[in-house]
Every structure is written in C-alpha cells, then in structure tokens.
C-alpha cells in the first residue's frame, strides 16, 4: 500500500492567487481529515468526510477555504485567494471507520508570498 | 466536544534517562488512545496505542498507561537515545476507527 498520498510536496505562490492541494486516501479507508500545522497554532482539524461527505468543518478558518471529496480516492483543498497567514504545512489523514487508526500523508508545504 | 491537554510542551533529558509525557481527557466516552511521533520535517507516526480495556502496553522502550477512572494517560520511554528527538502528540478517540482529537504536542530532545 502506497499510503496517504498527498501533492504538490511543496507550493510557493504569491499572495491572492488560488491554491489547490490534493489528497488521495488508503484504498479502503471511508475517512478523510485535513489539517493545517504552524508553529503557533500547532496541529488543527480544518475538516473530515464519512464515506465522501463533509461531517465537520467547524476548523475551516473562514469562507477562503473551501474542500470537497467527489469520490473515494480524492479531495482538494482549495484556498482563494491566498494570503501569507495561510503559510502551514497541510496534512491529509485517513482511516477506514471503525476498524482502524489514522494514518497521515507526508504533508504539503505552502508558503504564500 | 473532548478536549485533550499535554504536559510538558518541552521536555529535554540526557541519552540513557527516561522520559514521561501526560495528557488528560474530558470525554469519559473516549476508550481509543493514540501516540504519534513527529520528526523534524516528518509527517505524524503512529508509535503506540492503548485501548481502554487495558491498564498498560509496552512495546520495547516504550510504554502506555491508562487511567480511565482519574482520565489521564502516559507515554514513558525509556533509555532515551538522540533518534527519539522529536514532537509527540496524543490523542482520544471514541474507538479505533473514529476522529482522533490530538493534544498540543510535546517537543522531546534527547541530549548526547
């Protein structure tokens, strides 16, 4: 198993433009979470999905984050428009309901300029 | 909601000494009970786990105990190396298989 894959690795964009990332789960696993990780801040849940629909998305900063999940096997996690306090490192976990633990990917690192 | 709060936030000790890390829980529902480790640049690693139907676990060096009547748990490693430098966080989840809520996280190092 490939585990959580997660892409790009890395993004550099400039303040105002739109920001996409993606997240593909274990196959398998029917439970998706996106985090967001700062120094200050720490680990915070911005939002999770059961069998491809959003539970919670009370850690949603506000209305420039938005996330879908149109299938078992993807999710985005956009950004528009982008400012430089949305500079983290974004995590995407999954788990498969019931059974397992959460697993995490290895995170994309965004800096806005 | 659970809430779920970590102690120390920073911990340094030398190579050979043990280590021990708490967290406390609010949800008396809560029976999962995660570790993670996070290293420099590292995504968070699941290391150990404990169910509440068990006081303790140990997997070489390290341990878990759970309190569920007083609702507190603990990370203990023992003989400290350099290479368990790192963040680590726990959790509490109704079970296996349900949203994990995480603590703040404690930053470990290990002194040679």
């Known amino acids: 198993d490939a585990g959580v894959i997660q892409s790009p690795r890395h993004e550099v964009t400039e303040m105002g433009q739109e920001v996409t990332l993606r997240c593909k789960p274990i196959?398998?696993?029917?439970?998706l979470f996106w985090y967001r990780q700062t120094m200050m801040r720490g680990l915070e849940l911005l939002i999770y999905?059961?069998?491809?629909?959003?539970?919670?998305d009370s850690g949603m900063p506000e209305d420039r984050f938005s996330a879908k999940m149109p299938n078992a096997s993807f999710s985005t996690l956009k950004i528009q428009p982008s400012e430089p306090r949305d500079s983290a490192v974004y995590f995407c976990?999954?788990?498969?309901?019931?059974?397992?633990?959460?697993?995490f990917g290895p995170g994309t690192r965004l800096t806005v300029l | 909601g659970e809430n779920v709060e970590q102690h120390p936030s920073t911990l340094s000790v030398q190579e050979g000494d043990s280590a021990v890390i708490k967290c406390t829980y609010s949800?008396?529902?809560?029976?999962?009970f995660p570790w993670y480790k996070q290293e420099l640049g590292k995504r968070p690693q699941l290391i150990i786990d404990?169910?509440?139907?068990?006081g303790e676990k140990k997997d070489q060096r390290i341990a878990v105990t759970l309190n569920k009547t007083a609702k507190h748990f603990s990370l203990h490693i023992t003989e400290t190396q350099p290479e368990d430098s790192a963040v680590y966080f726990c959790?509490?989840?109704?079970?296996?298989?349900?949203?994990?809520?995480f603590g703040g996280g404690t930053r470990l190092m290990v002194k040679p």
């Open positions: 976990a999954s788990l498969r309901q019931g059974i397992d633990t959460q697993y």
């Open positions: 196959s398998g696993h029917n439970s």
């Open positions: 999905f059961n069998n491809n629909v959003p539970i919670d």
């Open positions: 949800d008396s529902a809560s029976n999962y």
């Open positions: 404990i169910r509440s139907n068990v």
């Open positions: 959790a509490a989840s109704i079970s296996a298989g349900n949203m994990l809520t």
